[in-house]
């Protein structure tokens, strides 16, 4: 399998991106042509739908900052990582992605969580 990391790191670059050339390009190279992404305000399916749900996004939270907020961790065609957006010096939410990808390392399935996982009571 190659590398999926690389293909996680120009996601993250898509969330962190205005131009929408550059938003397509880094989705047509990372991502399945069917790539499907749930999180708790979306259910989507297919690299145009989750751009327009990027602009979208990016419309709602102007000036948001996209990252990673830890190492990726990958098992056999899985990877997960926690994330953050921060806005002018605030942080805004911390989430958790886990992440199908192909033998090719491309991005087949997104599934997000907002906030951390309560504790077991």
């Known amino acids: 399998m190659s590398d ?52 979208q996004v990016q419309r709602q939270i102007p000036g948001a900052q996209y990252a990673q907020n830890s190492a990726i961790d990958v098992q056999n065609n899985f990877c997960r990582y926690h994330w953050k957006i921060d806005r002018e010096g605030q942080r805004i939410i911390n989430g958790f992605d886990t992440v199908e990808v192909n033998d090719a390392g491309r991005i087949v399935k997104v599934i997000g969580f907002f906030g951390p996982l309560a504790p077991d009571s």
Do not use: Y
């Open 4 to 55: 999926p990391k690389v293909n996680l790191e120009k996601m993250m670059q898509v969330w962190n991106t205005p131009e929408p050339a550059v938003r397509e390009r880094l989705v047509d190279e990372a991502m399945e042509h069917n790539v499907h992404f749930a999180d708790p305000n979306h259910n989507i399916s297919g690299r145009k739908a989750f751009l327009a749900m990027v602009h």
